[in-house]
């Protein structure tokens, strides 16, 4: 047998170790949230309804940060458009969308309130901020905390310092039952965990955008002038393609999902002063985790930190907002384009 060869079994049989692994995990997995857990691993890791809830509220409020952070990974992660007014984005399109929903009774009409004037703001600070500063990092960095803090101040005018909650429509309102065992009675009946609809609304809304954000990236024309753009944009423009208006449509889309997520979020949460720097800082990290311009790192990211956020403020209040740099740190040391970025 050559030697060829000999690296070619030895590839196979990884590539069925890691299946393996993946399988075993898996059903690991499977175990913990379907099985009822024996009384010895309730001792050490608490009661199974804790655990589970914590991981589904992991995963729900990860999708609430890929919304955000699709939006801030079209503007900052692919185009390199330093933009850290994104998270005055999502809170004034939660306000916006509060206002739109509480004046007309239609939450829908809140969201596409929210959606569609973050993306007018969105056209505006490319036209008026980012042209002008093109490839200048610091002042955009500069301009846009100041348009941030001006933008915080103008919001506690228009809205006060009190918090908001969004009453969502019956038909989204209500628990659902899942395949989650929690308990079993004497009389031997399972009882099921039940988890807010809305909440799976959220995920399945991250997925579904996600899915289509890739598929617009990767598999459109429109797509792919995006990226050509990015990485020769005088080349894009002498083949005769407007760079400027594919851009403002990539800055239109990106604010028009943080509008959509501000009254998303809102809904799920509330709407409050401050929730602008967190969601930011959410993007952020999000963003550096899973590599710039990746719309599936992105994904990723969030599922990491949206984990490590709820898991670790069941097991470890104190010290869980902490978990989530700990993941960026490690990332960074390891992989500083992050988990799905392209190295540069």
């Known amino acids: 047998m050559s030697v060829a060869d ?11 170790a890691w299946g393996l692994v993946g399988l075993l995990v898996a059903a690991v997995v499977l175990w913990l949230f379907l099985a009822v857990w024996p009384e010895g691993l309730v001792n050490v890791v608490g009661p199974k309804k804790t655990f589970v809830s914590a991981v589904f509220n992991g995963v729900t409020v990860a999708g609430l940060y890929f919304l955000v952070a699709s939006g801030f990974t079209l503007v900052f992660g692919l185009m390199r458009n330093v933009n850290l007014a ?60 100041g348009i941030s803090i001006v933008a915080a101040d103008l919001m506690l005018a228009v809205w006060g310092g009190n918090t908001y909650q969004f009453i969502i429509p019956e038909w989204l309102d209500g628990a659902v039952a899942t395949p989650v065992i929690t308990a079993v009675k004497s009389s031997g009946e399972a009882v099921y965990m039940k988890y807010p609809f809305y909440r799976l609304m959220v995920f399945v809304a991250a997925v579904v955008i996600g899915v289509g954000l890739w598929l617009f990236l990767n598999k459109t024309k429109v ?13 894009l423009s002498a083949s005769g393609v407007n760079v400027q208006l594919i851009f403002t449509a990539v800055f239109a889309i990106g604010a028009g999902l943080a509008g959509f997520a501000g009254v998303v979020g809102g809904s799920v949460l509330s709407v409050a002063p401050g929730e602008d720097v967190r969601y930011l800082l959410a993007s952020l990290v999000v963003v550096i985790v899973g590599g710039m311009g990746s719309v599936t ?27 989530t740099f700990v993941i960026m740190v490690v990332v960074l040391a390891i992989r500083p384009q992050g988990l799905m970025g392209a190295a540069r």
């Open 6 to 16: 000999t690296s070619k079994d030895e590839g196979l049989t990884a590539k069925q």
């Open 86 to 145: 994104h998270g005055s984005l999502y809170l004034l399109g939660a306000y916006i969308g509060y206002s739109a929903a509480n004046w007309t009774g239609y939450w829908l009409i809140g969201i596409a309130a929210g959606s569609l004037s973050m993306a007018v703001v969105g056209v505006l600070m490319q036209y008026f901020v980012f042209r002008k500063l093109e490839g200048d990092d610091l002042r955009q960095t500069l301009v846009t905390i």
């Open 223 to 235: 797509g792919m002038m995006i990226r050509a753009g990015v990485d020769d944009r005088a080349m």
């Open 297 to 323: 790192g992105a994904a990723v990211g969030a599922l990491l930190v949206g984990l490590a956020e709820q898991i670790g403020l069941v097991y470890f209040p104190t010290y869980g907002v902490v978990l």
